[in-house]
C-alpha cells in the first residue's frame, strides 16, 4: 500500500508562486509515475502534471504548460509542483496520486492511478 502526503498549499496572490511536495511512503516500488490533478469547486478533476519515476520524463496540462514544472527526488520519494505566474483560475485542490507500474495507462489519465493523497488547497487572490 502507497501513503500519499501533499503540503505546500496556501494563499498567494495572482502572479504568484508556490511549490506543492508529495511525499510518498508504503510500497513505493509497486509504482513508476506519479501525478498532479486539481479540482475546482463545481469542477470535474483535472490533470496538471506527470512524471515518470525512471527517466523522469514529463507531462503537463495545457492550462499549465510553461507556467508549472513537476519534479522528483527519487531518493526522498518525493515529488513537487513548483507553480509560477499563478492565476485566479488555478484556485483549487491539488491531489498528488501514484500509478501502479502494472499499468501502462497514460499518465495524464485520472485511471491511471490506483493511490491518491488527501489533497492541498491552493488559492489564488486577485
Known amino acids: 500500500q502507497v501513503q500519499l502526503m501533499e503540503s505546500g498549499g496556501g494563499l498567494v496572490q495572482a502572479g504568484g508562486s508556490l511549490r506543492l511536495s508529495c511525499v510518498a511512503s508504503?510500497?513505493?516500488?509497486?509504482?513508476?509515475?506519479m501525478g498532479w490533478f486539481r479540482q475546482a469547486p463545481g469542477k470535474d478533476r483535472e490533470f496538471v502534471a506527470g512524471?515518470?519515476?525512471?527517466?523522469?520524463?514529463?507531462s503537463y496540462g495545457d492550462s499549465v504548460k510553461g507556467r508549472f514544472t513537476i519534479s522528483r527526488d527519487s531518493a526522498k520519494k518525493t515529488v513537487y509542483l513548483q507553480m509560477n505566474s499563478l492565476e485566479t483560475e488555478d484556485t483549487a485542490v491539488y491531489y498528488c496520486a501514484a500509478r501502479p507500474s502494472s499499468t501502462v495507462v497514460a499518465v495524464a489519465r485520472e485511471d491511471a492511478y490506483s493511490y491518491w493523497g488527501q489533497g492541498t488547497q491552493v488559492t489564488v487572490s486577485v
Open positions: 508504503g510500497g513505493t516500488l509497486s509504482t513508476n509515475a
Open positions: 512524471i515518470r519515476w525512471s527517466g523522469g520524463h514529463t
